[in-house]
């Protein structure tokens, strides 16, 4: 079971976590993963950065983390446990005060350093609520993530050796789980990890869903639940449109376009341990738990609707590389990601118009810039002898997204969500289906996003807006 930030913001949000886990049947083996509280991952981002650039006010944003966490503990739990747990969490946070006063010294924090700050997020809640369970007559233990998930060292985003976390993840719940009692209770902290040579990283903003996934299959559980503040996965972000319902059913592919296309629900990622396993996935909502939330599986009955979902990414930008001189000529494509490798640029997605004559690159926003420096500096020959005339950039836009299996080989879907863009006069900058037939992306201008979202949900779910 995971439980996101919102779900273990404070000491009332740990209670009802503890509540829905104690109506667990604890003697099958649980694991429990907890996020940081809400907004903690932010703010030690912020106090280290705040340090990095000489300001001051680091401290005081250290001083309200400080605060958040002893209020917790002194709520939580009784005199004397609050005073040992307490004392542990101190000392930990002296450290971290010790960190971001070195990044002050030196004016630098490197992503690595980001890393290590930010675990303090995930590593001191997961103690607080390991703490107050064991007062509520569980057998509970905090584990420390690093000991288990094993990345490489891209900092910020570390990548998974899976054979190497598997082993460790099963070796150290044999011996937790010694002589078949699986009583004990272990809250792991989520989102973070270590490098072979125990150096901290991170999975990724949001990465805790993806840390209960790896667990999950790790150990071969029967099903791997994600707790957060909505009844499940909806039709469209919530905030977004008012409208949006819950999905039922949702098969692996489908989650995941929806999450890499924007979903924040679930990290992108979270679906690749458990479909491995077979494992399902649930989405559920701490706020409402009898309510049964999202079942994302391998198998799935088909959609009643021919679009599943609608998804966004903020904040993106459009490179155009146009040219009359890429018409027909090999390679240009291969220099022009060869360039983006160079800048560190992830590509979003692609358009290309069969003319050849122009390719369209979306980045996030703040990547923009300088991808666009160094596609100009490596395509200078290209561009000096006319074969490319122009890189250009266009800030401010989104992609909207349709997804869904059912949309595969039915005739005018694409028809209904450039009916109701065009209907809603919203303008369409470029436009990609992928082979997979599963999804119909559109960059849009960032001022266009709700209209363009409402529209869209009202076209394909007319019934859900009557
Ligand atoms: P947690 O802290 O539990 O990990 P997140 O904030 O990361 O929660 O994700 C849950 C939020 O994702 C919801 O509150 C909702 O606003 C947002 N969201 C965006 N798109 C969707 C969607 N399609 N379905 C459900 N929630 C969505
Ligand atoms: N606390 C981390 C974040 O805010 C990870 C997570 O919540 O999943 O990104
Ligand atoms: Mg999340």
Known sequence: MKFGGTSVKDAGRIRGMIDIVGSED????????????????????????????????????????????????????PEESANTTWAGIESQLLELQEILHGVYLIRECSLRTQDLVMSFGERLNNQVCAAYACTKNMKATYVDARLLI????????????????????????????????????????????????????????????????????????????????????????????????????????????????????????????????????????????AVRGTKIAKECGQSRHDVTGLAVVKDVALINVVGGGMIGTRGTASRIFAALLKAGTNVIMISQASSEHSISIVVKKNEANHAVTVLRHELTSAIQGRLIQAVELVPALDIVSIIGASMKGKPGVSGRLFTALGNSRINILAIAQGSSEMNISCVIEAKDREQALNSIHQAFFPEAHA
Request: aromatic content about 10%; charged content about 20%.
């Open 150 to 289: 094993v990345t490489d060292d891209a900092y910020g985003n570390g990548m998974v050796d899976f054979t190497e976390s598997y082993q460790r993840i099963s070796r150290y719940f044999e011996q937790l789980w010694a002589g078949g009692s699986k009583n004990q209770l272990a809250f792991v902290a989520g989102f973070i990890a270590a490098t072979k040579d125990g150096i901290t990283t991170t999975l990724g903003r949001n990465g805790s869903d993806y840390s209960a996934s790896i667990l999950g299959a790790g150990l071969n559980v029967q099903d791997i639940e994600i707790w957060t503040d909505v009844d499940g996965v909806l039709s469209c972000d919530p905030r977004l449109v008012k409208q949006a319902f819950v999905i039922d059913d949702l098969s692996v592919e489908e989650a995941m376009e929806m999450s890499y296309f924007g979903a924040e629900v679930l990290h992108p990622y979270t679906m690749i341990p458990a479909v491995e396993k077979n494992i399902p996935l649930w989405i559920k909502n701490t706020m409402n738990p």
């Open 26 to 77: 604890l003697s099958q083996g649980l694991v429990v993963v907890c996020s940081a509280m809400k907004g903690v991952t932010d703010d030690l981002i912020r106090a280290a950065h705040d340090a990095a650039a000489g300001l001051d006010a680091y401290t005081e944003v250290f001083d309200a983390i400080r605060l958040r966490h002893h209020k917790a503990v002194f709520d939580l739990l």
